[in-house]
T-cell receptor
Framework: QQQVKQSPQSLIVQKGGIPIINCAYENTAFDYFPWYQQFPGKGPALLIA?????SEKKEGRFTISFNKSAKQFSLHIMDSQPGDSATYFC????????FGTGTRLQVFP | DVKVTQSSRYLVKRTGEKVFLECVQD?????MFWYRQDPGLGLRLIYF???????EKGDIPEGYSVSREKKERFSLILESASTNQTSMYLCASSLGPYNEQFFGPGTRLTVL
């Protein structure tokens, strides 16, 4: 049972584009929503996180948009760069993290 | 600099062997986790521990056990390895359930 659904599975954009990765959840007890970034050969690392009492959070070029009523949240990467090419995982937590299936992003120069 | 280390980057074992994967963190974190990562399935939680000698099953504990005798060390044990346990295994630690999880580099296990 996939409690956090992530899409798309892969994404290709040109440098400067704005890739958007979407996640949806079912469990209304979730109250912490992080995004992790993983480069090849490395473990995932926390990128940005949000709690459901806010609808948006920005950190640099990365923005989380959160829609509590729709039980959806998304990651936007502004002015994407080739160095952003990685796999991105959304997650949701009440007391343990449930990860989405991941999105492989490729940013071409 | 915070660090989570895993004993091996690559491991090849035979079906039926007992396999130990070791994880050590130097951040004095209470919580430690074992995940497996498979293409198209994301990260799935196998077991986690919120204190020494304490453990709790994750979403896919079957075929695995864990041991946490010291705060900094969390071991994953495959009692009798099977080919469907071929995967990338990731260890993580965190201060608390809502704190950032720090991941190790992973162990790619192949069971032949």
């Amino acid at each position: 049972q996939q409690q956090v659904k992530q899409s798309p599975q892969s994404l290709i954009v040109q440098k400067g584009g704005i890739p958007i990765i979407n996640c949806a959840y079912e469990n209304t007890a979730f109250d912490y929503f992080p995004w992790y970034q993983q480069f090849p050969g490395k473990g995932p690392a926390l990128l940005i996180a949000i709690r459901p009492d806010v609808s948006e959070k920005k950190e640099g070029r990365f923005t989380i948009s959160f829609n509590k009523s729709a039980k959806q949240f998304s990651l936007h990467i502004m002015d994407s760069q080739p160095g952003d090419s990685a796999t991105y995982f959304c997650a949701a937590s009440s007391h343990k993290l449930i990860f989405g299936t991941g999105t492989r992003l490729q940013v071409f120069p | 600099d915070v660090k989570v280390t895993q004993s091996s980057r690559y491991l090849v074992k035979r079906t039926g062997e007992k396999v130990f994967l070791e994880c050590v963190q130097d951040m004095d974190h209470e919580n430690m986790f074992w995940y497996r990562q498979d293409p198209g399935l994301g990260l799935r939680l196998i077991y986690f521990s919120y204190d020494v000698k304490m453990k709790e099953k994750g979403d896919i504990p079957e075929g695995y056990s864990v041991s946490r005798e010291k705060k900094e060390r969390f071991s994953l044990i495959l009692e009798s390895a099977s080919t469907n346990q071929t995967s990338m295994y990731l260890c993580a630690s965190s201060l608390g359930p809502y704190n950032e999880q720090f991941f190790g580099p992973g162990t790619r296990l192949t069971v032949l």
